[in-house]
């Protein structure tokens, strides 16, 4: 069975170039990031007003190809991995080229996100609850 992600489509806006045109290094953070939160609040079913249950700690991107001006991404994003009281995502960023049939991969990010309750201000232990929905979710087929 094939794993499910949750996609997000993100068209790159002129401020978001740098001096030669491409994507700015750090905008791919910004989007990895919108990803991330579009994928956990419907996940979730949460109102965007309120906090997610988590939240991110750490972030890594590898820069396949440039992005530009004009392209449309779409952010393949998945849970890789659980841990005790944290999870990673992987975020697989794509833009489809005219004329090529198949997606070209741009870059590959990875999030990691603790669980965190607000009120003891003190990381959680992820619960079964939220690892089902994560689960459910990316097994369907």
Known sequence: ME???????????YRDTDSVGNLSSTVYYDYLQHA????????LELP????????????ECEYVMP???GDVLT?????????TK???????MYKNVVGEGEAKLVAKGTSKHVMFDYEKNQSVVVTEEFKKR????QERA
């Open 3 to 13: 794993k499910n992600y949750y996609d997000t489509s993100i068209e790159v806006k």
């Open 36 to 43: 991330y939160l579009r994928y956990m609040f419907d996940l």
């Open 48 to 59: 965007r007003e309120e906090k997610l249950p988590h939240i991110m700690v750490k972030t």
């Open 67 to 69: 992005a530009k001006f």
């Open 75 to 83: 952010i393949k994003s998945g849970v890789t991995k659980f841990g």
């Open 86 to 92: 944290s999870f990673e995502i992987e975020h697989l």
């Open 134 to 137: 994560v689960l459910d979710f």
